[in-house]
């Protein structure tokens, strides 16, 4: 029996697009640091010996996603995470991260759906000596859902929805060779869907990532 196709466009409303709004400038500023940062590293090659000099990497890797989708369950995603971060200070520094994870069928509807993230925030290593450092991270951005809910056999609603999103987690990193290093990480994931009755409502996601990171500034910051 074929099936029917409700579009669902969930329009932003006016706080809805003000909360984006203060996401986005949040990761903006957030580019600027990393960007001010290696700019000033780039201009003080005569950094002390003993003074700490900030550290750079971009990683790109593998992600996967369980999701609890409202009023229809369990919903594997996979795909691809691409992150930039910026060490300020032995501890602390900044991270930027996008996410892609694609379903090719949701909930049997035969509809495919996917979960897009731009998230960013500070990062903390408790451990900041060594090849192998834990970190833990808080991050907030913006999250763009597409997705379907079966309304009965043959019909099933499909829309996306747009909202701000966070996660929360940890990992460990481990530089194996040269520049390059390993990083995984696990992450609580906040971010919205709508069930069968057009109501947006709160999604969580447990999300896994594997990266693959290159330090930019490796000679100058030798392990």
Known sequence: MAIALCEVPFEMTKSGNQRISVACKAM?????????????????????????????????????????????????????????????????????????ARNSDVLNTGHP?????????PVFYPIAHGKTRPFLHALIGAGLVDGAVPLNDDTYLHGWVERPAYAFGGGIERTVMGP????????????????????????????????????????????
């Open 113 to 121: 759906g996917y979960i897009m993230t731009f998230l960013g925030g």
């Open 180 to 223: 390059f290093a390993l990083r995984g990480s696990g992450d609580y994931l906040r971010t919205a869907y709508a069930d069968s009755v057009s109501t947006v409502r709160a999604q969580n996601s447990v999300r896994v990532t594997a990266s693959i990171l290159f330090r930019l500034n490796y000679h100058a910051n030798r392990e």
């Open 28 to 100: 903006l500023l957030a580019w600027m640091l990393v960007a001010s940062a290696m700019a000033q590293n780039h201009l003080r090659p005569d950094t002390p010996v003993s003074a700490y000099s900030p550290t750079f990497d971009v990683g790109f890797g593998y992600s996967f996603l369980s999701s609890s989708v409202p009023t229809g369950g369990q919903v594997q995603f996979n795909g691809l995470n691409a992150n930039a971060r910026a060490n300020f200070l032995p501890h602390w520094g900044v991270t930027i991260d996008a996410g892609y």
